[in-house]
């Protein structure tokens, strides 16, 4: 059965640095691009950037290049999202998923709540 | 700001039938294929449609998307109450993807 689990919800304070995980199981997870979506609190879904775990090749959407860092470790079937010089509005829930061939997300982690306060 | 459109919200009975449309440019719908997620209240997106008009093994038959000119479109038919989420079309365009604005539909 193929999953994606991500590390767990995280509080942080604003100026702070955080890393979050997603573990893929049940595929080749180097074969196979992994997307990182932010969702703001009672907002929509943002496609924040990709990455192949294959070759580390990595795209970001241009609301977010320069703002976090998507890295990945396929030796141990996991995908990073960096986020930097935490402010409040980074805080949101984010999700990890799977890429399939027509570009559709067809596994998704359980999402990771990020909650940034003083 | 989202390239794709849809409508903030829609509504109808149980076993009503409810559409929810996605729109953008001529140039990007015509070359792009849609897809379409549904997020159920405090959960995760789950796939629901691809490449247009496609289902992923387990999505019932009560879901269907097309896609014609510069829109597509989701409908639900005999609508149920488990039905009640949000809806996000999503585009893949050139290495690049977007989500529409998305719908929160309402089982009345």
């Known amino acids: 059965e193929v999953q994606l689990v991500q590390s767990g919800a995280e509080v942080k304070e604003p100026g702070e640095s955080l890393k979050i995980s997603c573990k893929g199981f049940?595929?080749?997870?180097?074969?196979?691009?992994v997307v990182w979506v932010r969702q703001m609190p009672g907002k929509g879904l943002e496609w924040m950037g990709i990455i192949y775990p294959g070759d580390s090749d990595t795209r970001y959407s241009p609301s977010f290049q320069g703002q976090v860092i998507i890295s990945a470790d396929k030796s141990i079937s996991t995908a990073y999202l960096q986020l930097t010089t935490l402010k409040a509005s980074d805080s949101a829930t984010y999700y990890c998923?799977?890429?399939?061939?027509?570009?559709?997300?067809?596994?998704w982690g359980q999402g990771a709540l990020v909650t940034v306060s003083s | 700001q989202s390239v794709l459109t849809q409508p903030p919200s829609t509504s109808g009975a149980p076993g009503q039938r409810v559409t929810v449309s996605c729109s953008g440019s001529s140039s990007i719908m015509a070359s792009y294929t849609v897809n379409w997620y549904q997020q159920l209240p405090g959960m995760a997106p789950k796939l629901l449609i691809y490449g247009n008009d496609q289902r992923p093994a387990g999505v019932p038959d009560r879901f269907s998307g097309s896609k014609s000119g510069t829109s597509a479109s989701l409908a639900i038919t005999g609508l149920q109450s488990e039905d009640e989420a949000d809806y996000y079309c999503?585009?893949?365009?050139?290495?690049?993807?977007?989500f529409g604005t998305g719908t929160k539909v309402t089982v009345l």
């Open positions: 998923a799977r890429q399939g061939g027509f570009g559709e997300f067809d596994y």
């Open positions: 049940g595929y080749t997870f180097s074969n196979y691009w």
């Open positions: 999503a585009l893949w365009i050139d290495s690049l993807h977007v």
